[in-house]
């Protein structure tokens, strides 16, 4: 008999252990599966607002800190053959705006063509022409920010080899109160960002024509290198 509730004891500790056990392994997968970057699921993108859409949505992804386009090794694989990115971006230099990051893209979701102020020039237009006309791009973004070095360079008359050429090409949009230079530069590089939307449709009858037949849609946004949002100006 002493035997026998010795083996039930025994019995009904390790039926407890190993309940304890399963439920700490099925707690330890939770938190594992909790702490995983969740997996972006692209979007359709059929129409320029879509591609606006998907824009914003990722730059709230980047603001928030839950990026999901970032499992780089599988983008890699899926674009070696080809690419069809929904979006252009024309973005300033600055190593601060990162347009595949701050918008959540990752590879081959948005072209991006970049120089200092996000200025057109015909190279950056024929770039423009072939993302929109020959691989489908829906979407141009122009896209300033505040504390613009090459907008600033502009207020302050730079000179500097070819970035004289550059700078002088910003002089247009320089408008606001000059005794408030935060205010001035802001004001500035907002104004910069309009004018190089009106020069590309101005120069690129492509372009242009795409904007009119409602393929494409051109938008300047603004980046704050504080906060990291971007707004889109239109």
């Not at 970049?114 to 022409?129: C, Q, T, W």
């Not at 590089?189 to 051109?218: A, Q, Y």
């Amino acid at each position: 008999m002493k035997n026998l509730k010795s083996y039930i004891l025994l019995l009904v500790l390790s039926v407890m252990l190993t309940s304890c056990g399963q439920k700490k392994a099925e707690t330890d997968n939770s938190h594992s599966n909790d702490s995983k970057e969740k997996k972006h699921e692209h979007v359709v993108i059929n129409t320029p607002d879509d591609a606006v859409n998907e824009l914003k949505n990722g730059n709230k992804r980047f603001v928030d800190g839950k990026l999901e386009n970032t499992d780089y090794k599988e983008q890699v694989q899926a674009t070696k053959e080809d690419q069809h990115p929904h979006s252009v971006i024309l973005s300033c230099l600055d190593s601060r705006v990162p347009p595949e990051i701050v918008f959540d893209q990752g590879f081959g979701n948005i072209f991006v063509a970049r120089v200092a102020g996000n200025i057109e020039d015909d190279n950056i237009l024929g770039s423009l022409e072939f993302a929109t006309k020959i691989k489908g791009s829906k979407l141009i973004v122009v896209l300033g920010h505040n504390k613009c070095g090459a907008v600033k360079g502009a207020v302050d008359n730079a000179e500097l080899g070819n970035l004289t050429q550059l700078v002088n090409q910003i002089k247009p949009a320089i408008t606001g109160d000059k005794s408030n230079p935060d205010k001035l530069l802001d004001e500035t590089s907002r104004k910069n960002v309009k004018l190089t939307i009106e020069n590309i449709l101005k120069h690129s009858d492509v372009i242009s024509g795409l904007v009119k037949e409602g393929k494409v849609k051109i938008v300047g946004a603004y980046y704050d290198l504080n906060t990291g949002r971007v707004e889109f100006m239109n």
